[in-house]
């Protein structure tokens, strides 16, 4: 390591005590010197890796000042340390009431101080005791035995009294925030801690003891500053009870420069807490390391003018975390920024071997398969449940139910449950990343409408050429995982990503909406009514004048209605039924389908104002209560445990609060219709659980189905695999892996047994997925005052998942529970999870920038180094492919190339490089792996010539410091 020169904030200092140095001979230089600090620093702490790795480790800082207080006989005065400051990152000042702290804030330091504290280090004692070391005075014998070696050396600089001065002050007592003055137990004095506040301190932290006074017997200012080579255990100096590491004493003769002293006592402290230089501490072997490490601090701090803060302001915790790798990083030149390292992830690379990526996958998470199952035993896994069941059960129902619609009853709710419990089940036990939920989405009930439509063309048996088509699709799935081919979703960027989950994220947001209004053709507003208009409710169902065109009723519809004979409709007194309920409306449509004609003064929608509104307020208050209990993790009320129980069961409370406010009101808002039997749909008379291959159909149209196979596996494998890697995105800090060829197999596998059972298909819910994942995070539990909780990962395991679908099949059985539940709840929860899936979005936020002014748009990488019309020009094209998007899923004529629509995207994105910079893309986007590739060879490339040059200097410094010795 190189020697380091300091060429500023040089301070002389003469110690007149000791005898002038006689100048040293010139020797050969055995290493090159540098007056840079921060070139000193990172070599110093290039160590690191070297070392243990509980050699260095976090601090707290305890400020303690010395202090008169009223002795034992109440007539003399002793002396005290009195704590006043505190650190763990940031400051925290003891208010002058006594009984309560500061919120804490960044510490703000004079330059003179910070000048003084180099000046104090440089020129006091400064004790160094190898970390962990088992040679040199140990501290077995407590801080008496420090006391003793700190005053043998003082002696000589000070003198025998002082040194004894210094002495007795070291053994002084301390009195902490937890204590009483008027304690007079000397044997229990400094023994009570803080065990609360211990909580917020890392569990390996060390403490570090300063300790600041005037003391008039003193001739000049006596600086000390020591590390211990064992940490000091049991003694009582700190307010919480850890191993003391560091010590340092700052004493003034003079009382009227007590506060300046204090101010070079919190430079000190806030050196100790500074990220680098408590590495620094803990590592440096001499006087001059220190020193260096001081003026690294000083470089790169920023000073503020007296019109911008004093030295009182108290400045609070920055939002993020300030970026410190510019102190960690080599700044001998410019470097370009580092290559964003898209499609690197596991299970990305091409093995060139049969099924090779899918035996990597399994071998990369059979390890974990245990603590897939261990690691969900918390109490937010809980919370997670419940959100993500309610968030599933309401769609499935929802497009269990377009799906009857579309299939004329073939496939429904009781068949949408049925799947949801095979499919889930399966893929939260073997896929290889199960936090990714599985659900009906609505490119699948549009290829279902179209694949429908085509039977009833041609007169085909629907749920067969189904079979034929889904057992394709399967194949075919296959062939993708045995030739590696989810490699190809390097080529998908964030430019895709987030075209694809803006759109699913648009969509919760507007069928939401749209289902709330609906409610209203339901249940309509009269907006001519007057207080004596008549009620008139009378109307009954008879059957057409024309009998022949009367339809049999099956068994199960004919249980839903009031009266029947042998099948077919007679008559059915709707003034009997309970006008106002939501099964009436399915009812209301059941007579004219089945041959009827509703007969009566009372025949048309009744107005009901009060359901329809009523619901727009439950509607709001679900979302609203969902988003604002989210961030109560973020609140300053409640206890830090309440707000997280509060945080991560916040969309269960917000259900059940709005439910029972809709209970106590007894109004018959439209309700969640659970299937309460175990059958199909149409009922057994029309269709069993097994499909036969062919039905009626004719052998051919099992060739037919290649082709809506194709555009299916190109749907499937698209969803599954975007929904994939926005899940395992590198934000998200997940630890145990992808598994995109497992994933994809077992989607291709749970295809091909719904196929068989005439159940719908189930693959990646975008929206869902980013919700579980972001209802699992996990976030630092110990932080410091001030400091925002920082993302760990999150919480991967297959429990949740597994519940969820597991309770979703046995939803049949708590059908008379959850009949409660109003559907403007589950639609606010909808809207909720639009709205979070935004979040963090970068199409979004720079889609805000639109409607910004320039003065207050926000700091963003890429508007530091990309013109702002070359950001909206991005901007313009992506939400130009949203809205293609959009256009072909709404118009049911084309709505079938809505898969090659969004494979489209990957060619867009293709074309960008012929309209932006490499550099603009790298920072708006992501690199495409061919691009990647010629970076990373170029940076190498830059790398090996620029340690060539680094490698002549260092020849060439040498041979003229030969040169100058002799």
């Given at each position: 390591?190189?020697?380091?020169?300091?060429?500023?904030?040089?301070?002389?200092?003469?110690?007149?005590?000791?005898?002038?140095?006689?100048?040293?001979?010139?020797?050969?230089?055995?290493?090159?010197?540098?007056?840079?600090?921060?070139?000193?620093?990172?070599?110093?702490?290039?160590?690191?890796?070297?070392?243990?790795?509980?050699?260095?480790?976090?601090?707290?800082?305890?400020?303690?000042?010395?202090?008169?207080?009223?002795?034992?006989?109440?007539?003399?005065?002793?002396?005290?340390?009195?704590?006043?400051?505190?650190?763990?990152?940031?400051?925290?000042?003891?208010?002058?009431?006594?009984?309560?702290?500061?919120?804490?804030?960044?510490?703000?330091?004079?330059?003179?101080?910070?000048?003084?504290?180099?000046?104090?280090?440089?020129?006091?004692?400064?004790?160094?005791?190898?970390?962990?070391?088992?040679?040199?005075?140990?501290?077995?014998?407590?801080?008496?035995?420090?006391?003793?070696?700190?005053?043998?050396?003082l002696v000589t600089r000070l003198g025998t009294d002082a040194a004894e001065e210094v002495k007795r002050l070291l053994l002084t007592r301390h009195i902490n925030f937890v204590e009483k003055v008027e304690d007079k137990d000397e044997e229990n004095a400094g023994r009570k801690t803080n065990k609360k506040y211990r909580k917020k301190v890392h569990k390996d932290a060390e403490g570090c003891s300063i300790m600041v006074g005037a003391v008039q017997t003193l001739r000049a200012p006596v600086s000390v500053f020591v590390r211990l080579e064992q940490p000091l255990k049991d003694e009582p100096l700190m307010e919480i009870d850890l191993p003391i590491r560091f010590l340092y004493l700052l004493l003034g003769p003079k009382p009227s420069a007590l506060s300046d002293l204090v101010l070079v006592a919190k430079a000190v402290a806030t050196l100790m807490t500074d990220e680098i230089f408590h590495k620094v501490a803990y590592l440096a072997n001499s006087k001059v390391e220190l020193i260096a490490g001081v003026d690294e601090f000083l470089k790169c701090s920023?000073?503020?003018?007296?019109?911008?803060?004093?030295?009182?302001?108290?400045?609070?915790?920055?939002?993020?975390?300030?970026?410190?790798?510019?102190?960690?990083?080599d700044q001998k030149e410019p470097q370009e920024p580092a290559v964003v390292e898209h499609g690197e992830a596991e299970g990305l690379q091409r093995t060139g071997r049969l099924f090779g990526g899918l035996v990597q996958d399994i071998k990369r998470r059979a390890p974990w398969y245990k603590s897939d199952f261990l690691d969900a035993l918390h109490p937010q896994t809980i919370g997670s449940f419940f959100f993500i069941y309610f968030a599933c059960i309401a769609p499935i129902i929802t497009f269990g139910g377009m799906l009857s619609d579309a299939t004329n009853g073939y496939l429904g709710a009781m068949e949408s449950i049925l799947s949801g419990l095979i499919c889930g089940v399966s893929y939260a036990l073997f896929a290889g990343q199960p936090l990714t939920i599985l659900g009906s989405t609505g490119p699948v009930l549009v290829f279902e409408t179209i694949v429908f439509k085509m039977c009833d063309r041609y007169h085909w048996d629907y749920l067969p050429f189904r079979w034929w088509i889904g057992m394709w699709t399967a194949l075919l799935l296959l062939v993708t995982v045995a030739l590696d081919l989810s490699y190809l979703v390097k080529y998908i960027t964030r430019f895709t990503e987030e075209s694809f989950a803006l759109l699913i994220a648009v969509i919760f947001v507007y069928e939401a909406l749209a289902k709330l209004f609906k409610i209203s053709s339901d249940y309509p507003v009269n907006k001519y009514w007057h207080p004596k208009q008549e009620v008139i409710v009378e109307c009954e169902c008879l059957p057409n004048d024309n009998l022949t065109e009367l339809i049999p009723v099956p068994p199960k519809m004919a249980r839903q209605l009031p009266?029947?004979?042998?099948?077919?409709?007679?008559?059915?007194?709707?003034?009997?039924?309970?006008?106002?309920?939501?099964?009436?409306v399915l009812f209301w449509r059941t007579c004219p389908k089945y041959g009827g004609v509703w007969v009566g003064r009372g025949c048309g929608l009744f107005n009901v104002p009060d359901v329809f509104f009523f619901s727009c307020l439950l509607f709001i208050a679900t979302f609203f209560l969902c988003y604002t209990l989210k961030k109560a993790r973020a609140s300053s009320l409640f206890p830090t445990f309440v707000r997280r129980l509060i945080s991560d069961f916040a969309v269960m409370i917000a259900i059940c609060v709005v439910t029972s406010v809709d209970y106590i009101m007894d109004l018959h808002t439209p309700k969640l219709l659970i299937p309460v039997s175990f059958e199909p749909t149409l009922g057994y008379t029309y269709r069993g659980w097994v499909v036969r291959p062919f039905g009626n159909n004719p052998w051919f149209t099992s060739l037919i189905a290649i082709g809506p196979a194709l555009l299916a596996t190109i749907l499937v494998f698209l969803?599954?695999?975007?929904?994939?890697?926005?899940?395992?995105?590198?934000?998200?800090?997940?630890?145990?892996?992808?598994?995109?060829?497992?994933?994809?197999?077992?989607?291709?596998?749970c295809i091909a047994i719904n196929s068989a059972l005439g159940l719908p298909w189930f693959v990646a819910a975008t929206v869902l997925s980013i919700n579980h994942v972001l209802s699992l995070r996990e976030e630092s539990e110990c932080t410091a005052p001030g400091e925002r909780p920082v993302l760990l990962g999150c919480r991967e395991n297959r429990v949740t998942g597994l519940l969820v679908f597991l309770c979703i099949g046995l939803s049949v059985f708590i059908s008379p529970l959850l009949r409660h539940i109003p559907m403007p709840v589950l639609y606010g929860v909808f809207l909720f999870m639009g709205v979070a899936s935004l979040n963090g979005m970068q199409l979004f936020d720079r889609f805000l920038l639109l409607l910004q002014p320039r003065k207050n748009q926000p700091d963003m990488a890429c508007l530091r180094e990309v013109k702002l019309w070359r950001v909206h020009l991005f901007t313009g094209i992506q939400l130009g492919c949203f809205a293609l998007l959009w256009v072909v899923k709404k118009i049911s004529l084309i709505s079938i190339a809505f898969p090659l629509m969004v494979l489209s995207l990957c060619f867009a994105r293709k074309l960008l490089d012929y309209v932006f910079t490499r550099n603009e893309l790298r920072l708006l986007d992501d690199l495409l792996p061919e691009q990647k590739l010629e970076e990373t060879i170029r940076l190498r490339r830059r790398s090996r010539m620029s340690t060539a040059v680094d490698l002549e200097e260092l020849a060439q410094a040498e041979d003229d410091e030969q040169e100058k010795a002799v």
């Open positions: 390591m190189s020697s380091y020169k300091p060429a500023y904030f040089r301070v002389a200092s003469v110690d007149p005590s000791q005898p002038p140095q006689q100048p040293q001979q010139p020797q050969q230089p055995q290493q090159q010197s540098t007056t840079d600090p921060a070139e000193f620093v990172r070599d110093l702490l290039a160590k690191e890796a070297c070392c243990e790795a509980t050699s260095v480790r976090p601090l707290f800082c305890q400020l303690d000042q010395l202090n008169s207080v009223p002795g034992p006989d109440g007539l003399s005065l002793t002396q005290v340390w009195r704590e006043k400051f505190r650190w763990i990152k940031f400051e925290e000042e003891l208010e002058v009431t006594g009984n309560r702290w500061s919120v804490p804030y960044v510490p703000v330091l004079s330059p003179f101080s910070v000048m003084e504290a180099r000046r104090q280090l440089d020129s006091g004692l400064t004790l160094l005791m190898k970390v962990d070391s088992d040679d040199g005075p140990a501290a077995a014998g407590g801080l008496k035995r420090i006391a003793e070696e700190v005053e043998a050396n920023s000073i503020l003018p007296p019109i911008g803060c004093s030295l009182t302001d108290r400045i609070p915790p920055p939002m993020e975390k300030p970026n410190t790798e510019h102190r960690h990083a009266t029947y004979r042998d099948g077919n409709v007679t008559v059915a007194n709707f003034s009997a039924m309970d006008y106002y309920s939501w099964d009436h969803d599954q695999q975007i929904t994939s890697v926005i899940v395992n995105r590198r934000e998200n800090k997940m630890r145990k892996g992808a598994g995109f060829h497992l994933d994809l197999l077992v989607v291709a596998v």
